[in-house]
């Protein structure tokens, strides 16, 4: 019997890793960094950057102060309603991870030009930062606004929410917290709603308000006062689009 040959080898040894490759809810695509980027990365990423690393974060700590609420922001874009809503709660500390280098290097600048002490930034996977930097229990929100909702069906195994990736999420969240979830996508809307629904540690606050949007009655939130009103959205909405919002609390045991 003829032995295998290296290039067969490697190509079986790269298959077996492909196989155990987890599934990303994103791809990267870093697109082209404007002067006020590049110059907002080399300049705030030391102040306000947090690398990446197997290690918990005290983020007491990270933003110097204990007693503040933490509120985690998963796949913030350009910067905007981060930017907006930290301006807007400064009692509040934000810490923002986002994949994509330009819209690290966007809310930096926004950082920056408001002046915002109370939000920190980590380039990476958000399902690796929550499995190994956020403490259990440490966390009294989750902003997630506008996913990719991965429009074909063969591409749903890469949406964000996921049953698994909430129940990491309740994890990290302190009982009585929030999760809050919108998207401009109906089917992905109702896919959201229906794995949160799911989650026995997790409470619709819209159970008794059902809000008619393109004529489907179902349980959405009205939109909280703290989510800006984006410039993409307000076109949206003046074409006939629709925003769901979903706001969940994180039960007790």
């Not at 032995?3 to 082209?32: A, C, D, H, M």
């Not at 985690?72 to 400064?90: K, N, R, S």
């Not at 999760?179 to 229906?194: G, K």
Request: glycine share 6%; with cysteine; hydrophobic share 40%.
């Amino acid at each position: 019997m003829m032995e295998k040959s290296l290039t067969e080898e490697n190509n079986q040894e790269n298959s077996e890793l492909l196989k155990y490759r987890p599934i990303r809810s994103f791809v990267l695509r870093q697109g082209r960094l404007t002067v006020g980027q590049a110059r907002a990365l080399e300049n705030g990423l030391p102040k306000f950057g947090i690398q990446y690393t197997v290690k918990t974060l005290n983020l007491s700590t990270v933003f110097n102060r204990g007693e503040s609420k933490k509120i985690l922001e998963i796949g913030f874009g350009m910067g905007e309603a981060t930017a907006h809503i930290a301006q807007h709660a400064p009692e509040l500390d934000f810490l923002g991870v986002e994949v994509h280098t330009p819209g690290v290097g966007a809310l930096l600048k926004l950082i920056e030009e408001l002046s915002l002490t109370n939000v920190r930034v980590i380039q990476h996977d958000v399902v690796e930062v929550l499995n190994n930097m956020i403490v259990d229990s440490s966390l009294d929100g989750v902003h997630i606004f506008f996913p990719d909702p991965w429009h074909k069906k063969r591409h749903h195994k890469r949406r964000l929410i996921q049953a698994e990736f909430v129940k990491l999420l309740c994890s990290k969240l302190k009982v009585g917290a929030y999760l809050h979830v919108a998207t401009d996508w109906q089917e992905y809307a109702e896919w959201v709603l229906q794995i949160l629904q799911d989650e026995p540690l997790l409470k619709n606050t819209a159970l008794n308000n059902e809000i008619k949007c393109n004529s489907t009655n179902t349980p959405y939130a009205e939109k909280p006062a703290y989510r800006p009103l984006t410039k993409f959205e307000n076109r949206g909405i003046k074409l006939g689009h629709c925003v769901w919002d979903l706001v969940f609390i994180r039960c007790a045991v």
